[in-house]
């Protein structure tokens, strides 16, 4: 066995946050954890830094700085303290840091995850987002640092451990792949009809039947977005042509995705719907540690169904497919739409149904470019925000 490594999660306080210290801290000859981040809730940031002997607490809300010193203080927690959005970047830089979990929520964790990247340390992938928007930016920055990048999103981490170990380096094609096939839950909704969905409650919408998550994530299932975002995660994780990325409901989420071989053969990952599997995967690979999670009994679950998506319900799977093939900032500006419609639905201001016509309208007004650089991909994402967020009020300032 390999030396101890030494771990920093961002997005410590959030569900693959938690789950990711549940797997370390059963392995502590394994794993040190050095620093913990969190947008807000300093309470709770430091409890896990106590609970985990982390050396360094990052909150990058600024303002709540002071509330995670005291809480620190009154723990008898010697961790030091930094704040803001900058100081993610030096928290991945740590010396004792030679693995980074990213599991910030949306375009926020862009910076750090590919500021690891860069630094050349393995990044476990949770934040899906970052990779969407920006992930030929990422094959730059990996060829030239040789960082691993090990996908944590169950299904690329399906993928991931259905694809030959040397991929990356033969290219799909050349090791006989036709296919990538990303499995869905189809998310609570998946048997509501059309004008019923008009209705749905962010409460409804948050309640997965198979998976325990953030609300963000939670509400981009019951849009089928977040399938939309995986696929163009595939995309750029395993270099994967878009015609060659498909989609298929698969209700009891046991088979997490599968990959389809020349010779007929498809080989599936199956497990528990439990993130601890994906997780313990990508910390220990290429080796294997237990996880928590019990194994699976097939005959206990009995049937497993396969069916195809129904896009007039579930129109953001459609787009996401459209902005990928469109390529450029196109991804980048479906990401920043769909993130501010999905907390105006989740703050009431908008329905449902309203997301994915905010995400279209957004798109459509979009100034599209071929976007190369971080900063490109970040103007992208500001100008969508500026529309999404005029739509949501109701009033274009954008073409006044
Ligand atoms: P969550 O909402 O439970 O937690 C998000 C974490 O990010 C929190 O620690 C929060 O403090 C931090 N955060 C939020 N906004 C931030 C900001 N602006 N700057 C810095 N930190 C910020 O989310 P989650 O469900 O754990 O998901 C995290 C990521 O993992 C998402 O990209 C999600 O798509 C992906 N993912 C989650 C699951 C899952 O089962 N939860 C599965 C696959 C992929
Ligand atoms: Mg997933």
Redesign the pocket.
């Known amino acids: 066995m390999t030396a101890s490594r030494g771990i920093a999660v ?8 938690r789950s990711t210290l549940d797997v370390i801290a059963r392995h502590p000859e394994r794993y040190r954890v050095e620093a913990l ?5 300093p309470g709770e940031l430091a409890e896990l830094c106590a609970a985990h002997g982390a050396r360094l607490a990052v909150i ?1 809300d600024s303002g709540q700085a002071q509330t995670l010193r005291d809480a620190l203080q009154s723990l008898n927690c010697p961790a030091e303290v930094a704040a803001g ?1 900058e100081a ?1 970047l030096d928290l991945v830089a740590m010396e004792t840091v030679d693995t980074v979990m990213a ?4 375009a ?2 862009l910076g750090p995850t590919l500021r690891a990247a860069e630094l050349g340390k393995r990044v476990l992938l ?4 970052a990779m969407v928007i920006a992930g030929p930016l990422f094959h730059r920055v990996v060829a030239q640092s040789g960082a691993e990048i090990i996908p ?3 299904e690329h981490n399906a993928l991931f451990q259905a694809l030959p170990a040397d991929f990356a380096r033969r290219g799909l094609a050349a090791s006989g792949v036709r296919r990538l096939i990303l499995t869905a839950s189809g998310g609570p909704f998946l048997d509501t009809d059309a004008d019923a969905l008009a209705g749905v409650t962010p409460e409804q919408a948050c309640n997965h039947p198979n ?7 939670s509400v ?1 299932s019951a849009t089928l977005m ?1 399938k939309g975002l995986e696929v163009i995660e595939a995309r750029w994780l395993f270099d994967a042509a878009p015609d060659m990325i498909d989609v298929v409901i698969h209700p009891q989420s046991i088979v997490h995705s599968m990959v389809s071989y020349a010779d007929g053969s498809v080989l599936a990952q199956m497990g528990l719907p439990d ?1 601890r599997t994906p997780i313990a995967h990508a910390l220990a690979w290429p080796e294997r540690i237990d996880s928590g999670v019990a194994s699976l009994d097939l005959p206990t679950i009995g049937t497993l169904d396969f069916h195809p998506p129904d896009l007039n319900r579930f129109p953001c799977l459609a787009l996401a497919f459209d902005a990928m093939r469109a390529g450029g900032s196109a991804a980048a500006t479906l990401n920043a739409a769909n993130e501010i419609a999905v907390q105006a639905f989740l703050d009431g201001h908008i329905p449902f149904m309203a997301i994915p016509g905010l995400v279209e309208d957004t798109l459509e007004a979009a100034a599209w470019n071929h976007a190369t650089s971080l900063e490109e991909i970040m103007r992208a994402d500001a100008e969508a925000r500026t529309r999404a967020r005029a739509a949501v009020q109701g009033k274009d300032k954008v073409n006044v």
């Open positions: 961002l997005g410590a306080t959030g569900s693959i946050g981040s969190a947008h807000s809730r990058s959005p993610l599991a910030i929520v949306g926020a964790g949770a934040n899906k987002e944590v999103d169950s998976w325990d998550m953030g609300k963000k994530i981009d977040n993130m």
